[in-house]
């Protein structure tokens, strides 16, 4: 079954503008990942954020983390075409060896309208 | 440095035939997987790794073996194919045992059962 779930399904937004997309988990946590998809290639890593942090930024990524809504957003700010992708959040389990299962969403589809 | 390759990329089997892909990776990584992708389904673990020797069930193992002779190989057999098995298989690896790794995903392989 599914850990993290992505919302919305899809977004369309205008070259320039900002995206937000958002991310539920169900159980506890030790970090949250997402991950760029671009189509027809494999995942690529965007950002991680621990258990034990609230907020991180990677360029124009803002990635939070509420643990106790056990939620996350990712915000890509200044929009370009090339950000039009899938993005998936990914969550471990809180164990010792998390990364023996992390599980994936079904994924944000962002088309950026030039 | 290749990171992590996928072979074939594509491919067409007909119900019951058999093939196996391989996934190699040049970045002594520990832990491998293998997902596979379907439309609104997100990504669903296969079987993992954590070693050269060692191999764990995922989430839908069902239908599929795997092999880790290897450190930097580690090969998906469908024994029998079914129409259920038409997918796009992603393999990905990742360093250690530590839960704040990320993963290096192959550019998949896409399906087709017959």
């Known amino acids: 079954s599914q850990q993290g779930e992505e919302d919305p399904q899809a977004l369309s937004i205008q070259e320039g503008e900002n995206a937000t997309m958002n991310c539920s988990y169900k159980t506890s946590i030790n970090n949250l990942q997402w991950y760029r998809q671009n189509s027809g290639r494999g995942l690529v890593h965007l950002i991680l954020?621990?258990?034990?942090?609230r907020e991180k930024h990677s360029g124009r990524l803002r990635v939070t983390l509420d643990t106790s809504k056990k939620s996350s957003s990712l915000l890509i700010t200044a929009s370009r075409a090339a950000d039009t992708a899938s993005y998936f959040c990914?969550?471990?389990?809180?164990?010792?060896?998390?990364?023996?299962?992390?599980?994936f969403g079904t994924g944000t589809r962002l088309t950026i309208i030039p | 440095n290749a990171g992590v390759t996928q072979t074939p990329k594509f491919r067409v089997l007909k119900t019951g035939q058999s093939m196996t892909l391989l996934c190699a990776q040049d970045?002594?990584?520990?832990?491998m997987y293998w997902y596979r992708q379907d439309p609104g389904m997100g990504l669903r673990l296969i079987h993992y790794?954590?070693?050269?020797?060692?191999?764990a069930k995922g989430e839908v193992p069902d239908g599929y073996n795997v092999s880790r002779l290897k450190k930097q190989n580690f090969l998906l057999g469908l024994e029998s194919a079914a129409p259920s098995q038409t997918s796009v298989y992603f393999c990905?690896?990742?360093?250690?045992?530590?839960?704040?790794?990320?993963?290096?995903f192959g550019s998949g392989t896409q399906l087709s059962v017959l």
């Open positions: 970045m002594n990584h520990e832990y």
């Open positions: 990914a969550t471990p389990p809180d164990t010792l060896f998390g990364n023996e299962k992390l599980t």
């Open positions: 954020i621990r258990s034990n942090e």
């Open positions: 790794s954590v070693g050269e020797g060692t191999t």
């Open positions: 990905a690896s990742t360093r250690r045992t530590a839960t704040n790794e990320k993963l290096f």
